[in-house]
């Protein structure tokens, strides 16, 4: 976990692909009370239940990933959407005719705020698992684990 004394800046899995890249040099060790906050969503989260609150964030990334971390957060507990279906939104609120499916995969495999930014919810547009910087079977174990990917599949 990462924070900025007021939210919470990043959770990675260890060794997570850009694992702790938004991450200041001079960090140091603390606890913070958004670290408690998350720890609550975090073992509420694991324990099976929605939580029903968000920590306190405070992403940092261009207007763009921003944009698709956004909608990410919108994505509803047990529920998936494509990186397809998440350009298109994108492309209506800029009011142009397209936006890059692929460009939307940059964004959500750099969110710095893993599982609470729900990125693992995002799949391919054939419903195929497609990345997950934490590694697909991790991503495949979140949507198990929310009722959103049949088991054993």
Known sequence: ??????????????????????????????ELPVFLETRRWLDLYFGGSEPGFTP??????TDFRKSVWNILLKIPYGRTMSYGQIAELIAEGKGI?????QAVGGAVGHNPVSIIVPCHRVIGSDGSLT???????????????????????
């Open 1 to 30: 976990m990462a924070g900025d004394g007021e939210a919470l800046t990043g959770l990675w899995f260890d060794g997570q692909k850009y694992f702790a890249c938004s991450l200041a040099a001079d960090s140091r060790e603390s």
């Open 97 to 101: 005719a397209k936006m890059s499916a």
């Open 131 to 153: 990345g997950y910087a934490g590694g697909l079977d991790k991503k495949k174990w979140l949507l198990t684990h929310e009722g959103a990917w049949p088991d054993g599949e």
């Open 56 to 61: 306190r964030l405070k992403l940092s990334g």
